[in-house]
């Protein structure tokens, strides 16, 4: 533990890192999934009271504790909620943001390398064939059955296997040098994806349809408590807070650099990606070409359906050239969204390895190998079954659990005004004051009443089914 910790080389590099990690799966796949199954713009109401009073706070609860631990060579949850609480039980609940990252990795490497498989189908023009014949659906579903193959192995392992080394192959190469170097690249490179999709999909006729399904709110739909649960949640999983990933990351910020205004930047980047760019590619068109009526029947069927059995028939519609490029931009951008996500999900348990087990990192590395790819592998032998369970435990319920976790050490063990202190130090903003009462009472209150009701609304029930 006393060896010299890497550090950021750059603020951009950090912020873009953390806005990588941020825009990934939940803003192309799974935001516009739920939007058209809640009601359209309702939706919107509580998502973004959810991401002021919970993501934005708690985005800055990590980022603080992870600087604070990193400056005492700390890089994970057990370490870091130990360092800044000083209690020696804190060091059991962070494991929790050890085993919760891991548990999201075993699914999301696996979903994108589906993407992967589905940019060799644009390329290979499987895909269009398909959109063209209405057979998306099925070449989906003998894709994820393995009945697809690449040579003698089924196309499904041989992406999963692609897929699993290119991660491995950047968090390799370190902080600074693999994923600081990669985001980079990538982030600009998604973001002017997103844009030119965007355009397209803006001249499109019959646009108002499809925008205003997005922006008119229903505001009976306010009393249910489903939107409010899934828009939190949402809320969550986009920002990647609540579950160790942001305070690994900033476990790597010098320790007299700001972070206040840092937060807010990779924050407002994915909201604006997510609710513009995947709000607008895929919901106006959905809406347009198919109805929001049976936009909603698509997504009820599975959220990834959406992305790959009704996107490239709804491209399908732009004419065969346009639409080949359109499809083919899609998959890469989803692409590059998950590759600077699952990156960031495997550095807790790499951090931990390192920091805690005190193993070299080569050593650190084929370890996590090891155990990350045992697991994948038993979720993809466990099919449909396994890939719920696997959902609900790490997508949805670790990140919740943590996050209450978090938010109580910070504000109630820790102390509100400590706690805004070390946030507001070397800070290149003034954060408004309101914010202190948000984090000390609000932010852990919201989450343990949403965790209760999520029990309350038979939660538990599913899990043990
Ligand atoms: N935020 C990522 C996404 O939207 C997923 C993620 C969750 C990444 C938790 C890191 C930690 O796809």
């Known amino acids: 533990m006393n060896r010299e910790r890497e550090k950021w080389g750059s603020k951009i590099g950090v912020i873009l890192a953390v806005a990588g990690s941020a825009v990934g799966l939940g803003n192309f796949l799974v935001f516009p999934g739920r939007v058209v199954e809640n009601g359209g713009g309702a939706f919107m109401i509580p998502y973004f009271i959810a991401f002021i009073l919970i993501g934005i706070p708690l985005a800055w609860i990590e980022w603080s504790m ?75 579903s003998r894709f994820i059955s393995h009945e697809k193959s690449i040579g003698p192995i089924p196309a499904s392992l041989f992406f999963f296997g692609l897929t699993f080394l290119i991660n491995f192959a950047v968090i390799y190469f370190g902080i600074r040098r693999g994923i600081e170097k990669t985001v980079k690249v990538l982030m600009p490179l998604l973001l002017f994806l997103g ?37 939190t949640s949402q809320v969550f999983f986009t920002t990647s807070v609540g579950i160790g990933a942001i305070l690994t990351y900033a476990s790597y910020v010098r320790k007299d650099q700001d972070i206040a205004l840092s937060s807010l930047t990779a ?19 959905a809406v347009i070409c198919l109805g929001a009526i049976q936009a909603q029947e698509v997504t009820t069927g599975g959220i990834f359906s959406l992305g790959f059995i009704t996107m490239p028939m709804l491209f399908q519609e732009m004419g065969p050239t346009v639409s080949w490029v359109v499809q083919l931009t899609w998959f890469v951008l989803l692409f590059i969204g998950g590759v600077t996500s699952s990156i960031s999900i495997l550095q ?21 190998g090891v155990i990350t790819l045992f697991f994948s592998l038993l979720i993809i032998a466990g099919g449909d079954t396994a890939i719920n369970e696997a959902d609900i435990l790490g997508f949805q319920l670790a990140l919740l659990v943590f996050g209450a976790v978090e938010a109580v050490l910070f504000a109630w063990v820790l102390g509100g005004k400590k706690g805004w202190q070390e946030i507001q130090k070397g800070a290149d903003i003034g954060i408004p004051q309101i914010y202190r009462h948000i984090i000390t009472w609000i932010t852990p209150t919201f989450i343990l009443v949403l965790l209760f009701f999520w029990a309350y609304d038979g939660g538990m029930e599913h899990l043990l089914m």
């Open 66 to 140: 992870g600087r604070w631990g990193g400056r005492q060579g700390h890089g994970s949850g057990p370490g870091i909620l130990n360092a800044v609480t000083q209690k020696p039980y804190a060091k059991y609940l962070g494991s929790i943001g050890v085993m919760g990252p891991l548990l999201i990795f075993f699914l999301y490497v696996y979903l994108e390398s589906w993407i992967l498989a589905y940019i060799w189908y644009s390329l290979t023009g499987v895909l269009s064939e398909a959109a063209q014949n209405n057979t998306t659906g099925e070449l989906f």
């Open 195 to 231: 844009i030119a999709l965007v355009l397209k999909v803006l001249t499109l006729e019959n646009l108002s349809e499809g925008l205003a399904f997005m922006w008119n709110p229903d505001f009976s739909k306010l009393r249910d408590t489903k939107v409010w649960f899934d828009a």
């Open 267 to 285: 924050n407002s980047t994915n909201v604006f990606i997510e609710v513009i760019v995947g709000g607008t590619i895929v919901i106006v068109p």
């Open 348 to 368: 807790p348990g790499l951090s931990f390895i390192e920091d805690e087990l005190n193993l070299q990192r080569k050593k650190a590395i084929s370890l996590l």
